[in-house]
């Protein structure tokens, strides 16, 4: 998902349901036993001690910072089989190195999705989404029209989209009207009781759509579809966050940079590229330091098959056939510290907290309720484990993200632009939060 149409977007609807959570904030430790459970069932053990217990080592070692800058692997992972595959090996392979990985469509193949919005030719199922869900309005952007380094989007009825994709397919994939795109529809906040996929372990501890599942006003799980040549141009996800995305049906090829890369392919202007397959980025007087970019890693993704891409990797995407996809945004403990590090290179480089809030689309003030949200939840789980003496339900997955959260904190609270935030209606003052949680990291690994 790219950055600056989120960013809009979250100014507008989003900002507002930010707004609310002083006096929204879900879950305080005085909810009822009854309320508590049932908020607490979905945190699951993903993570066991020993894999708690890795991560730990691993953050410790980073004393406070983040990954360093690397070069792309020669080739990206490919995982064939799900039950070889576990969490605490996605933990090591992948999300403490930051690296990319591809889910064979074992993985997915019993999503409802594939079987419902397939042809038995692999390809998009029209009249069943016409049926479905024809008279939704969606966003579509218009590939062939740069506007900064993004698309100008338009919303039409669904019926209207597939309609133009039909015209596209038998005039050659050519139109008048440009290569359409449809991208970032909400389909599964609108159509949340569809059995359109089944979320895998790996991206289980989302944080991101925790969040806002709480609010009950949005979430970042999209859908995009379009045909053969629609594509995204070169961009990092938004608040450095990961993202998983699979292939209903159709291929995708992605050109992947690691964090750092993309610095040796900005212009003289110190602005990024829109398209990094343009021959403009040879030309060393626009572009100084192209020539210092290390190739991209190039994935094609297959039909049924699971991208996972780590924080802070840009990308380019371009769709190799008529493809749907569902795709998440999504942060937790493993990306924190590079949220952070973002909002805080966000705010250096705009000074100003209402300009950070409309270019990355949060501020400090709402970072700390987002953090909040989280936090409050698994104290709960660590104060129920300890009450019942047995372990308790997500009790190593609630340590390390509290752990995550604590180190994170500490920081926003030493900020001197949140110390010139007033606080004193929060429901609870950022330094009692940060305490409660030191107290509660401190008994989860009390011996």
């Known amino acids: 998902m790219r950055v600056g149409p989120k960013a809009q977007g979250l100014v507008g609807r989003k900002r507002g349901a930010l707004c609310l959570l002083v006096s929204r904030l879900v879950l305080t430790v005085s909810a009822p036993a009854e309320v508590r459970r049932r908020v607490l069932r979905p945190v699951r053990s993903w993570m066991d001690r020993e894999t708690l217990a890795l991560a730990d080592r691993h953050f410790r070692g980073l004393g406070g910072g983040v990954p360093g800058v690397g070069q792309a692997p020669g080739r990206v992972a490919f995982i064939s089989e799900p039950g070889a595959f576990s969490y605490a090996d996605f933990v090591r392979g992948f999300l403490l190195p930051n690296l990319p990985c591809v889910f064979s469509s074992a993985f997915t193949q019993g999503w409802g999705s ?218 937790n403990g493993f990306n924190l510290a590079n949220m952070w590090r973002f909002l805080q290179q966000e705010l250096c480089a705009v000074q100003e907290e209402v300009i950070m809030r409309s270019c990355s689309g949060i501020n400090f003030e709402e970072f700390y309720h987002f953090l909040k949200v989280i936090a409050e939840k698994r104290l709960l789980v660590l104060r129920e484990a300890a009450a019942e003496d047995g372990g308790g339900l997500g009790f190593e997955q609630a340590a ?34 940060l305490q409660q949680l030191r107290e509660a990291v401190d008994a989860a690994v009390a011996p």
């Open 114 to 331: 594939r079987r419902r919005w397939v042809t038995p030719a692999g390809r998009p199922d029209f009249d069943h989404l016409l049926r479905t869900y024809g008279d939704v309005v969606v966003p579509v952007a218009n590939c062939g029209v740069q506007e900064y380094n993004s698309n100008p989007k338009e919303h039409m009825p669904l019926r209207d989209y597939i309609t133009y994709w039909k015209e596209y397919i038998e005039g050659g994939y050519s139109s008048p009207r440009g290569c359409l795109y449809l991208k970032d529809w909400h389909l599964c906040r609108d159509f949340p009781v569809e059995d359109v996929f089944t979320l895998p372990v790996y991206f289980s501890s989302d944080w991101l759509n925790e969040f806002w599942d709480a609010l009950d006003v949005d979430d970042y799980r999209f859908v995009y579809a379009g045909p053969a040549g629609s594509w995204s141009p070169f961009h990092a996800d938004i608040f450095r966050s990961f993202s998983w995305s699979v292939n209903v049906c159709g291929r995708k090829k992605w050109l992947l940079f690691p964090p750092g890369q993309e610095e040796a392919l900005r212009d003289r202007h110190g602005n990024l590229p829109y398209d990094v397959t343009s021959p403009a980025l040879c030309d060393t007087h626009l572009h100084p330091r192209s020539q210092l970019a290390g190739p991209p890693l190039e994935i094609t993704q297959e039909a049924g098959e699971m991208v996972f891409v780590p924080s802070g990797w840009h990308h380019q995407v371009h769709n190799l056939d008529d493809t749907i996809s569902i795709n998440h945004n999504w942060v």
């Open 400 to 433: 390390f993200d509290a752990g995550r959260i604590t180190e994170v904190l500490a920081s926003l609270v030493a900020h001197p632009n949140f110390q010139r935030v007033d606080t004193s209606a929060f429901s609870l003052r950022p330094k009692e939060l």
